[in-house]
């Protein structure tokens, strides 16, 4: 039996902020996981090294499951963010390991293929529409065939997703979070028109997405999802405060636009009552913040018994090895619905070299033994963490708006 020897929680800023978990085992394997929780780094890099490295040490790292149960209901403190993405970290590099001492990828471990590669959403922005429409066509051109879709709102000088500049970031480069504007009544009485220009650009063929990040009470989500039904819409993503799940039958009963959400959730009882009332079509839980594979895994299932399908997040905050971990998951999940890939700038590609690749639009997991991933450890110390956060937002009157 292989014992797990050492364990390093490596914080690097190459061009923004990750937490990488490298399990190293007496064999000399080597498993890879990420932690990054967006704008909260600190925190769960501290959950790893002071509560749960000492932990993993001299255990059989070929028992995925009992340590994941270990570290989930040993713990008193149950669910959250944090505890979930330390969990997830550790549960992608056992399976890496895994993967690696048995020279498999690790879809083959879970099943292996269920179809030939996973639809990919990019995302297209632009202030003014005639720039949203060429941002379309720029993802087109790219061979790829679903795109969300983020107008600016007139009257407002902000709005998330939707930069000045040719890409967005999550979270800015600041010591506190930078202040948005926020709107309602200005983003209803705008975007049904924005989606529907883009409808009537691109035609019937294209899948096209809108996220409303958590901003509406349920019956103005209702009145978007009734305002897009003409353009056919893929999905409509956090249309509404993503906690209170008995919230979305308000918007299931006006609406039959299809309803993402769950890029928050943490565990498979975030979404219970949720997905067994089908109340929704999409559950977006990501492998890092959910506890890893093992119990995203789970989930998916849970939604295949009610027809709900995975769609996972993918946004240039969650690292290349937990991208690969989500990508090997869905290459094997039978309810596998699309897989958002914001996609990471070069310098990322380069920290995190990967087998994971998209062609023709749909992503590949390679066949690399493990996750097909690694992380360039020397970036730890020329790039270190730099405090950086989402912003929040305020509406006209300077209430705190909902994420
Ligand atoms: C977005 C993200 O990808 C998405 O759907 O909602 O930009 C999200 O806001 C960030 O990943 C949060 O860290
Ligand atoms: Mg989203």
């Known amino acids: 039996m292989d014992r797990i020897e050492r364990v390093d929680v490596l914080v690097a800023s190459p061009g923004r902020n990750f937490v990488t978990l490298k399990v190293t085992t007496a064999d000399g394997l080597v498993g890879w996981g990420d932690a990054t929780v967006n704008g909260r780094e600190l925190a769960v890099a501290s959950y790893l090294r002071d509560h749960v490295a000492e932990l993993l040490l001299g255990r059989d790292p070929g028992r995925i499951e009992d340590l994941w149960q270990y570290l989930y209901r040993g713990v008193y403190w149950r669910r959250g963010p944090i505890t979930m993405a330390a969990i997830g970290a550790v549960d992608m590099a056992l399976w890496d390991i895994l993967g690696k001492r048995t020279g498999q990828p690790v879809y083959q471990l879970l099943g292996g293929r269920v179809r030939e590669g996973l639809l990919a959403y990019r995302h297209a922005f632009g202030w003014e529409t ?117 919230a979305f039958r308000l918007v299931r009963e006006h609406t039959t636009t299809p309803l993402a959400v769950g890029e928050v959730f943490n565990t498979v009882w975030d979404a219970q009552h949720l997905i067994s009332h089908r109340y929704i079509d999409y559950i977006r839980a990501a492998v890092v913040h959910a506890g890893g594979i093992s119990h995203v895994r789970k989930l998916f299932a849970f939604a295949d018994v009610y027809g709900v399908k995975a769609a996972p997040h993918g946004p240039s905050d969650i690292s290349p090895i937990a991208f690969a971990a989500s990508v090997h998951l869905c290459t094997a999940t039978h309810n596998f619905g699309i897989h958002e890939y914001m996609g990471y700038p070069q310098q990322v590609h380069e920290a995190f070299p990967h087998a994971w690749h998209v062609a023709d639009g749909y992503l590949q997991p390679g066949d690399e033994p493990g996750l097909g991933v690694s992380f360039d450890e020397s970036l730890v110390e020329g790039h270190p963490y730099q405090p950086a956060y989402l912003p929040v937002a305020r509406s006209l009157d300077g209430t705190l708006v909902d994420w």
């Open 130 to 246: 005639s720039e949203l429409l060429d941002a379309v066509d720029r993802q087109l051109a790219d061979g790829y065939r679903a795109v969300r879709v983020q107008t600016g709102v007139p009257g407002l000088r902000t709005v998330y997703g939707v930069s000045r500049e040719a890409r967005y970031e999550p979270a800015g480069r600041a010591a506190v979070p930078l202040e948005e504007e926020w709107d309602s009544a200005a983003y209803l009485a705008s975007v049904p028109a924005a989606i529907g220009a883009v409808r009537e650009h691109v035609g019937s063929g294209v899948r096209l997405l809108h996220d409303a990040h958590h901003r509406l009470t349920p019956i103005q989500a209702a009145r978007l999802g009734k305002a897009v039904e003409p353009y056919d819409l893929f999905w409509l993503e956090d249309v509404t405060p993503a906690e209170d799940q008995e």
